[in-house]
Structure formats: C-alpha cells, structure tokens
C-alpha cells in the first residue's frame, strides 16, 4: 500500500494548472505535471458551482478514494491535480472508476 503524497501549497496547484496538461470528461477534470520525482503528488479540488460544503466535500472524497484504489497503476513522476464536476454525484463510483480509468489512459499516465 503506498501513501499518497498530497499537493497542499498553493504554488504547486498554480504550477500543475500553469505548465500542466489536462484531461477532461463529464465527471471531473485532471490536470498533470511531470515533477522530476519518482513518486506522484496529488491535489483534489472543488468548485463552489458544485453546491456547499457537504456537497463539495463529498465529491474530493469520491475522487481521493478513487486514486487511491488506482495508484499503484499510475506512472510515477507526475503532479496531478483532480477537479470535481458536478455531473460527478450523477453516475455510480464503478462507472467513475471506470471513467477515471479510461481518461488517465487518454493521457498515457497508466504503467503498462
């Protein structure tokens, strides 16, 4: 079981969004960073268009348990950062796992 390292200051979120490649789709939004490290650093984020807090909350929790449970396929060396859509609380955690799956695929950020 490896531990996440997270992306806390908000220097490094400017950096992941500034310099960084992002990947889209209905349910959140990746943007990524290779970092010169050989350990990913992640940020999960939230816009208020989501709701209040529960709401907001709720949607980092279902994109942090759904990184963790993927980590070890993910290529090392990467800052990634993870936004929450709201069409996120609209489709069941298999189907968002899948998705997230597919669209870290699209991006070439899963070890083969």
Request: glycine share 6%; proline share 0%; net charge positive.
């Amino acid at each position: 079981m490896l531990h996440t390292i997270r992306l806390k200051r908000s220097d490094d979120f400017k950096n992941v969004f500034e310099n960084g490649r992002y990947l889209s789709n209905e349910y959140f939004v990746v943007y990524y960073f290779k970092n010169g490290l050989n350990y990913n650093r992640v940020g999960f984020s939230s816009s208020k268009r989501i709701g209040k807090k529960v709401r907001r909350n709720r949607a980092k929790r279902l994109l942090k348990e759904v990184y963790r449970i993927n980590e070890e396929n993910i290529k090392k060396g990467y800052d990634i950062v993870l936004i929450a859509r709201d069409g996120i609380f609209e489709v069941d955690f298999y189907k968002l796992q899948e998705t997230f799956i597919l669209t870290l695929k699209r991006g070439n950020l899963i070890a083969d």
